[in-house]
């Protein structure tokens, strides 16, 4: 079974409401997203999953309002009595505003939803913020996935505004490898050591920065904290907790066209059993399965055994679904 796990979907209200009606998100006189009226068009994804040879797809979005979430939750409940064996969902949620626990609640109670996502900025927290531990102890209620998607838009980069598209291209990249970093240097994998995080587009390219934290974290010890004020969220041995707190999360592939030397600098770093297939449909790749078709035979051409290359294209995405 093939599993997309970072597949995207909205209802056109909330497509309409980002500026879908000019096909564009602007913000500051400049277009920071394209987007995809595909988004909506339910047809369209099942032609694309036909054409990539997907079996099933998990279906998320990353809104901006809490009415938003409400309008992605219950349009998803529609899809879900449509096409029961071709779509799970993760609820949206803003994890800074408690109004819309009642949101994920129901998308997890009523409707029976697999997970949530968040972004990793919310409103310029990020992820290790002590204004997300409310968040944080609802879903260890529930033994259930956090999906964490790219933001939108980031706050606290201002160097990488310029007059090209740094925004999409490479600043949301190296925000959620920054905040993946912070869910574990900041304490929240100690704090709340039962939840199951997943970080989209390979944790931003982190495999190609994490030995360098290792070793930091390995020479410094507790003063890698302490020099800055902060308190160590686990003991010596400071490299081998680190790793084995990284080696808990989950990274999806989706995010860079089905770019192979992003897959093979993952695998350095990334256990096998901790990655999970993904598009990025409709906002990367074409209309075209086909494309997805030729990533999924480049992943099955690596030098792995068939066990590691069938969890990474599903079975791994099925054991966090429970499927």
């Not at 079996?55 to 901006?64: G, H, L, Q, R, T």
């Not at 927290?125 to 033994?143: A, C, G, I, Q, T």
């Not at 990025?280 to 290359?309: C, H, Q, W």
């Amino acid at each position: 079974m093939i599993i997309d796990w970072q597949h995207h979907m909205s209802p056109k209200k909330v497509y309409e409401g980002r500026g879908g009606q000019g096909g564009v998100v602007i913000r500051d006189g400049k277009v920071t997203i394209h987007l995809k009226k595909e988004v909506y068009q339910v047809e369209k994804h099942l032609e694309f999953m036909a054409g990539a040879g997907i079996d099933v797809c998990v279906i998320s979005a990353s809104p901006v309002s809490v009415d938003q979430c409400r309008m992605c939750n219950e349009y998803y409940h529609d899809l879900r009595l449509q096409y029961p064996d071709k779509f799970y969902f993760l609820t949206p949620c803003l994890p800074l505003d408690e109004s819309a626990f009642d949101i994920l609640d129901q998308g997890i109670n009523e409707y029976g939803y697999k997970g949530v996502i968040i972004s990793p900025q919310n409103a310029g927290e990020m992820l290790d913020s002590r204004r997300l531990w409310p968040f944080y102890e609802k879903m260890s209620e529930y033994n259930l996935p956090i999906f964490i998607h790219v933001s939108g838009h980031v706050h606290g980069y201002d160097a990488y505004d310029a007059d090209f598209n740094l925004n999409i291209a490479f600043t949301r990249e190296a925000d959620i490898a920054l905040n993946t970093m912070r869910l574990i240097l900041g304490g929240v994998l100690t704090a709340f050591p039962d939840l199951t995080f997943v970080i989209s587009h390979l944790g931003g390219g982190i495999s190609s920065i994490l030995e360098r934290v290792e070793r930091y974290v390995d020479v410094r010890g507790e003063k890698f904290w302490t020099d800055c004020g902060g308190t160590p969220p686990f003991g010596p041995p400071y490299r081998e907790n680190f790793r084995k707190l990284f080696d808990s999360l989950y990274f999806d592939m989706a995010g860079f066209e089905g770019g192979m030397n992003a897959v093979q600098c993952a695998l350095t770093t990334i256990r096998t059993d901790r990655i999970l297939f993904g598009t990025d449909y409709p906002y990367n790749f074409d209309t075209d399965g086909k494309k997805v078709a030729e990533y999924i035979r480049n992943i099955r051409s690596l030098n792995l055994n068939d066990d590691e290359i069938d969890g990474m294209l599903g079975g791994n995405a099925a054991g966090i679904l429970g499927l």
